[in-house]
C-alpha cells in the first residue's frame, strides 16, 4: 500500500471515528466541531504510516541517506526516500527540504509534490500545501490523493468548505471506485452535499 493510500484511509479511519462519537455524545466536541458541523476536526497534521520497520530503521536510513545525497546531489530516489523518512518520524521541515531538492531535479512528479503538502499542512503552511496539490492535480489530473487532501485543507484548515465539496465532487467523477472517492463521499455527506 502506498503513502498516500494509507494517508486516505487513515483520514477515513479519523472520519469514521468522529462520526461515531458524535453520535454518541451531546454537543460538539471542539471549537472545530461546532464551527463545521458534521466535519471532524483533524490534527494538525494529516495521519501517516508508521515508518516500516520502526522509528529506529527510519533513523538509521536518514543518516544512510543523507552520505548518499551528500556524495551525490543529483540522485533523486535518495531525496525522496529522505523526504519519506523524515515524513515518517514527524520531521515536516526537514522532509520539506528534501523533497524540494527532488523537486528542483524531478518537477512535477505528483507523489512527491502531495508528501511535500501534507509536510507543508503540519507545518501549518496551508497555502502552500494547496499549492502543492493543485500542481500535483495538474501534472496528473487522475491523482486523486492530491485532491482529497486538498479538500481536507480547504474544509479543515481554511474554513473553506464550498471548495472543500469541490475538491471531493472532483475524486468521485475521475476516481469513482477509489478508496478516495469512498472518503469523499462520507466527507460530502458530513457536509451535507450530494456526490456527483
Same mark, same amino acid.
Given at each position: 500500500?502506498?503513502?498516500?493510500?494509507?494517508?486516505?484511509?487513515?483520514?477515513?479511519?479519523? %472520519?469514521?471515528?468522529?462520526?461515531?462519537?458524535?453520535?454518541?455524545?451531546? !454537543? /460538539?466536541?471542539?471549537?472545530?466541531?461546532? =464551527?463545521?458541523?458534521?466535519?471532524?476536526?483533524? $490534527?494538525?497534521?494529516?495521519?501517516?504510516? $508508521? /515508518? $516500516? !520497520?520502526?522509528?529506529?530503521?527510519?533513523? #538509521?536510513?536518514?543518516?544512510?541517506?543523507?552520505?548518499?545525497?551528500?556524495?551525490? $546531489?543529483?540522485?533523486?530516489?535518495?531525496?525522496?526516500?529522505? !523526504?519519506?523518512?523524515?515524513?515518517?518520524?514527524?520531521?515536516?521541515?526537514?522532509? %520539506? &527540504?528534501?523533497?524540494?531538492?527532488?523537486? @528542483?531535479?524531478?518537477?512535477?512528479?505528483?507523489?512527491?509534490?502531495?508528501?511535500?503538502?501534507?509536510? +507543508?499542512? @503540519?507545518?501549518?503552511? +496551508?497555502?502552500?500545501?494547496?499549492?502543492?496539490? @493543485?500542481?500535483?492535480?495538474?501534472?496528473?489530473?487522475?491523482?486523486?490523493?492530491?485532491?482529497?487532501?486538498?479538500? %481536507?485543507?480547504?474544509?479543515?484548515?481554511? *474554513?473553506? /468548505?464550498? *471548495?472543500?465539496? @469541490? =475538491?471531493?465532487?472532483? %475524486?468521485?467523477?475521475?476516481?469513482? &471506485?477509489?478508496?478516495? #472517492?469512498?472518503?469523499?463521499?462520507?466527507?460530502?455527506?458530513?457536509?451535507?452535499?450530494? =456526490?456527483?
Amino acid at each position: 500500500m502506498n503513502r498516500h493510500m494509507t494517508i486516505g484511509l487513515a483520514i477515513g479511519l479519523v %472520519v469514521g471515528l468522529f462520526v461515531g462519537y458524535q453520535i454518541g455524545s451531546s !454537543g /460538539p466536541s471542539s471549537p472545530a466541531a461546532s =464551527a463545521m458541523p458534521g466535519m471532524p476536526p483533524l $490534527p494538525p497534521q494529516m495521519p501517516s504510516a $508508521p /515508518p $516500516p !520497520g520502526g522509528g529506529a530503521d527510519a533513523l #538509521a536510513r536518514i543518516a544512510t541517506l543523507q552520505s548518499i545525497v551528500a556524495r551525490d $546531489p543529483k540522485n533523486v530516489q535518495a531525496w525522496v526516500r529522505l !523526504g519519506n523518512d523524515f515524513f515518517d518520524t514527524h520531521q515536516p521541515q526537514k522532509a %520539506v &527540504e528534501a523533497y524540494g531538492r527532488a523537486l @528542483e531535479l524531478q518537477p512535477n512528479d505528483p507523489n512527491v509534490l502531495t508528501d511535500q503538502g501534507v509536510m +507543508y499542512r @503540519e507545518l501549518r503552511q +496551508y497555502d502552500r500545501a494547496i499549492q502543492n496539490f @493543485e500542481k500535483a492535480s495538474k501534472a496528473d489530473p487522475t491523482h486523486v490523493q492530491s485532491l482529497f487532501n486538498m479538500g %481536507v485543507v480547504y474544509s479543515a484548515d481554511l *474554513k473553506l /468548505p464550498q *471548495k472543500a465539496v @469541490e =475538491a471531493w465532487s472532483k %475524486v468521485i467523477r475521475v476516481a469513482p &471506485e477509489s478508496p478516495q #472517492a469512498a472518503q469523499a463521499r462520507q466527507a460530502l455527506a458530513d457536509h451535507g452535499a450530494k =456526490a456527483p
